[in-house]
């Protein structure tokens, strides 16, 4: 019960008790001063009764004796009258009804008047020749009392409902700023941190909302510590001090991650050209701003392909790096284009004495091992050097064999496009289980992973629908189909009550329309729609917190989690976390691998779960592996894991 029903309920107690006790009280003084009156009405009559019969009693005279108790008796004040001779025998009496008018007996009967006697003597000069006795009628008593009660109740009740009326008021505006502490302390649950401006003018209150302020910004202060506190550990291992970009151990830990799960893309390795002399020539600073230059050149042009997944890497010296996700060659050589065409605003700005600047080489990613990625980087990067002036070279390790056949980007989006409108599509899941000894067989959820097949029945790989979704915009159409299809093993409780997971594109997430249709698709199927789960990468959302928090708080209406994949892989900063309802994270497995050696990924890693948990966010890891990495990282205190390790994707 609130606070203010409480008080409402003891102000109206208060008031009952106060009205009755009121009441009770007046009706009381009411009666005695009318038991008064009723007795000296009585007692005066038969006194001046007894007085006015005096003559006509001595002479006998009964026939004037009588019309004088008629006359007393007809005035309707009394209830009876006798006179009596002195033998106390009745000569002459009149009585009348009771008349209570509209008094309702009730009322009588709980409020009793006393009618007592008059009684006077009647005299025959010294000698006694009667008595008379007088009662008053309390017919005119009830009614006044009535009345008088019925006028102090409903002018008590109207004045009680009014006061009561507005003590609810004045106590709903000055209980107003306990109302806003319950808001912030809920918003703080909510991972909020306000701090109220209006503070109330009732020391109590005022109190209270000041230790609210002091709370909410404490535990405001105490998340950011903690979260510059991991930034800066990661900074110190994985960014370049100098340039901002990721360093070389960064390049390493990542490049091999996403080669050895199979993932696809491209390396473009960038190198100025004579950079030692150039330090030798304008000086070490000089070198440096270079590069710094560098660096946000590469940021720059790298942004502005919208669609891309990347990260860029200051390696060493005049060396650069940007690594490319979920892309073929179309979009690295466009990258690669794009950022040789744009070194001759080096000159223009100043920065070096002629247009050449550098070049690039480019290898493309596909199932090779690291070294032999390297490898054909460096080798693009000397026959870009050969070429000429900001040249660009491109070497495929992939198309000197394997069974994909060579079509063009066309082709292959009339493929696609084909491939959806057949729905000639097939499910993998896998599954993510609880990190916990005691739970390790519980399937927490699965992540659903798609498959296409081309019109003889070939299996289309990722790394060619992939880029080609992405370039030709069909990122959404996937979307949709993905939906779809496991809104329908979900309705049809395919896997139990097991929530699974979809991983979106993040341009589908931006998408008004696209998120309109999902909501509908959510509302058809509300059971199947508490079951599903949303993956978006982190890469892809960081830079729109906004429309994330908007796709968040809609899907949340029919019960869609929405979880956080490839967490960590960029550098932005944790504070965001505090403003999404995120229902989980999975941190990138770049993190995982050879974390049994990597005492810097295991601190990161637990400092992510405390500060995750502190937000009610669940933590996930993938790319797990092996049972000593699962004892690992269960005992960091991670809610789930997922990898090879833990169950690989099959079909169900």
Not at 20 to 29: E, H, K, Q, Y
Not at 406 to 426: F, P
Request: contains cysteine; charged residues 20%; glycine residues 6%.
């Amino acid at each position: 019960m609130t606070l203010l029903r409480q008080l409402v309920i003891v102000i109206v107690t208060l008031f009952i008790l106060l009205f009755v006790g009121t009441l009770l009280l007046s009706i009381n003084n009411t009666r005695d001063y009318l038991n008064d009156q009723l007795r000296t009405i009585s007692q005066d009559t038969a006194t001046s009764l007894g007085l006015t019969l005096t003559p006509p009693m001595a002479e006998n005279d009964m026939a004037v004796v009588d019309r004088m108790v008629s006359a007393v008796s007809d005035s309707g004040y009394y209830r009876e009258v006798v006179v009596s001779d002195v033998e106390g025998k009745p000569i002459v009496s009149r009585k009348q009804d009771v008349k209570l008018g509209s008094v309702p007996q009730w009322f009588v009967d709980a409020v009793p008047l006393d009618t007592p006697r008059g009684e006077a003597l009647i005299m025959a000069g010294w000698q006694q020749a009667g008595t008379v006795r007088v009662e008053a009628n309390p017919g005119y008593a009830y009614v006044a009392l009535w009345t008088n009660t019925a006028e102090s109740f409903w002018w008590f009740l109207a004045a009680s409902t009014v006061t009561v009326l507005l003590g609810v008021i004045a106590l709903h505006f000055i209980l107003r700023p306990l109302r806003d502490v319950e808001m912030q302390a809920r918003a703080i649950c909510d991972r909020e941190y306000p701090v109220q401006k209006k503070i109330p003018w009732t020391l109590e209150l005022r109190s209270v909302v000041e230790a609210m302020n002091r709370m909410s910004t404490r535990v405001k202060e105490m998340f950011d510590e903690q979260t510059a506190s991991i930034e800066r550990l990661r900074s110190e291992n994985y960014r370049d001090s100098l340039t901002g970009l990721a360093n070389r151990r960064y390049f390493e830990m990542n490049l091999k991650q996403l080669i050895e799960t199979g993932k696809h893309g491209a390396l473009l390795m960038l190198e100025l050209k004579d950079f030692k002399q150039y330090n030798e020539k304008r000086g070490y600073q000089a070198g440096d701003e270079l590069l710094k230059n560098t660096a946000e050149f590469l940021e720059a042009i790298c942004k502005s392909h919208s669609h891309l997944e990347y990260f860029t890497v200051h390696l060493n010296g005049a060396n650069f790096a940007v690594v490319l996700t979920n892309a073929g060659d179309t979009e690295a050589m466009e990258l690669g284009q794009n950022l040789a065409k744009a070194m001759l605003r080096f000159k223009e700005r100043g920065l070096v004495d002629n247009e050449e600047v550098g070049h690039i080489g480019i290898a493309l990613f596909t199932g090779q091992s690291y070294g032999e990625v390297l490898s054909a980087a460096d080798m693009a990067l000397r026959a870009a050097q050969q070429q000429g002036p900001n040249a660009v070279n491109l070497i495929d390790p992939g198309k000197t064999g394997g069974d994909t056949p060579i079509r063009t980007a066309t082709q292959w989006g009339d493929i696609l496009r084909e491939a959806l409108a057949s729905k000639r599509i097939s499910l993998l899941v896998q599954p993510a289980k609880a990190a916990a000894d005691s739970a390790r067989d519980t399937i927490l959820h699965y992540e659903s992973l798609m498959r296409l097949t081309d019109d003889q029945g070939s299996v289309i790989p990722a790394v060619v629908y992939t880029p080609v979704a992405k370039r030709l915009r069909l990122a959404t159409d996937f979307d949709r189909a993905m939906i779809v299809e496991v809104l329908a093993r979900l309705a049809a409780k395919r896997y139990g009550d097991t929530p699974v997971a979809v991983n979106l594109f993040p341009a589908s997430l931006q998408n008004a329309e696209f998120v309109s249709w999902l909501c509908d698709q959510l509302a058809q199927a509300p059971a199947a729609a508490s079951r599903l789960l949303i993956e978006v990468s982190e890469y892809g959302m960081i830079e729109n917190v906004d429309a994330l928090r908007d796709f968040i708080a809609r899907v949340a209406t029919y019960g869609t989690g929405v979880g956080l994949d490839h967490f960590g892989r960029g550098f932005s900063s944790f504070g965001y976390l505090s403003t999404l309802k995120l229902d989980y994270i999975k941190i990138d497995g770049s993190y995982v691998r050879g974390i049994l050696e990597n005492k810097d990924n295991q601190f990161f890693i637990e400092s992510v779960i405390k500060v995750a948990h502190g937000l009610e966010i669940k933590v996930f890891a993938v790319s797990v592996e092996t049972q000593e990495e699962l004892n690992l990282l269960s005992s960091l205190g991670l809610d789930g894991v997922q990898g090879y390790g833990v169950g690989r994707p099959e079909a169900r």
